[in-house]
C-alpha cells in the first residue's frame, strides 16, 4: 500500500536549525512536496524535489533519496513565524497526491 | 490577485439535506482539486479534476460528488450529508509541474477553506 510517515510534532528554538523527516512508499513517483500550514490557515506551497539531491531556497532547504524513499526539510535561522505544521505529499504514477499527516513544528524562544 | 475563493466559509446544516461547495479560481489552471482535514489524519484528497470534464476520485469519495463543467469552477456537492462529513475542507488549483503532463500537479494555490458540520 501507500504510506507516508512525518513525525507527529518536534520542538526547536528560535535561532537553531530543524530537520523535519519525511519516509515514503508509494505506487510510482512523480515528485515529492512540502507545504507549510500555519494553524487556522490553508497549505501554502514551500518545495518540489522530483531528483535526487539538495534544494536550497533562502532559510530552506528540501533534500530527496528517491533509492531510500525519503526527504527532509531544513529550516535554519528559526524564527517564530516558522511555527506551523509541515507537510509532506508524494505524486504517484497518477499523478494522484499522497499526503502525510504533517509534523507540527513548536519555536521555543 | 490571482485566488481560489470558496463559499460559504463556514456552514453548519443537518444531516440528509443536500448541500454545494463551491470553488473557483482566476489563474486559468487545469488542475483542481477537494480535500478534507480532519486532526490527526492530514489532509485527504476527495476528488480531482485535470480537466474540463475529467474527475477523478481520490483517497475518500464517498458520499461526494463533484463537476468540472468548466475551467475556473469545480463545486464539491454533499447530496445526502452525514455527521462522519464534518471537516474542514480544501480547494485547490495547481500550476503544472515542469516536465510533466501539462495539467498534472505542481504548486497548488489553496482556498480559504469551509468548515463544515453536520448535526
Known amino acids: 500500500g501507500q504510506n507516508i510517515d512525518q513525525p507527529t510534532e518536534m520542538t526547536a528554538t528560535e535561532g537553531a536549525i530543524v530537520q523535519i523527516n519525511c519516509t515514503y512508499q508509494t505506487s510510482g513517483f512523480n515528485g515529492l512536496f512540502w507545504y507549510q500550514q500555519h494553524a487556522g490557515e490553508a497549505p501554502t506551497f514551500l518545495s518540489y524535489n522530483v531528483l535526487d539531491g539538495l534544494e536550497e531556497k533562502g532559510r530552506l532547504s528540501s533534500f530527496l533519496s528517491r533509492s531510500k524513499g525519503y526527504s527532509y526539510l531544513l529550516l535554519k535561522e528559526l524564527q517564530m513565524k516558522d511555527s506551523a505544521s509541515y507537510l509532506c505529499a508524494i505524486m504517484d504514477s497518477n499523478y494522484q497526491l499522497i499526503w502525510g499527516a504533517g509534523t507540527k513544528l513548536i519555536i521555543k524562544p | 490577485e490571482a485566488q481560489v475563493t470558496q463559499n460559504p466559509r463556514y456552514l453548519i446544516t443537518v444531516t440528509g439535506k443536500k448541500l454545494t461547495v463551491t470553488c473557483s479560481q482566476n489563474?486559468?489552471?487545469?488542475?483542481m482539486s477537494w480535500y478534507r482535514q480532519d486532526p490527526g489524519l492530514g489532509l485527504r484528497q476527495i476528488y480531482y479534476?485535470?480537466?474540463?470534464?475529467?474527475?477523478d476520485k481520490g483517497d475518500v469519495p464517498e458520499g461526494y460528488k463533484v463537476s468540472r463543467k468548466e475551467k475556473r469552477n469545480f463545486p464539491l456537492i454533499l447530496e445526502s450529508p452525514s455527521p462522519n462529513q464534518t471537516s474542514l475542507y480544501f480547494c485547490a488549483s495547481s500550476s503544472p509541474t515542469p516536465g510533466t503532463p501539462q495539467s498534472a500537479p505542481y504548486e497548488q494555490y489553496f482556498g480559504p477553506g469551509t468548515r463544515l458540520t453536520v448535526t
Open positions: 489563474m486559468n489552471h487545469e488542475y
Open positions: 479534476s485535470m480537466n474540463v470534464e475529467v474527475t
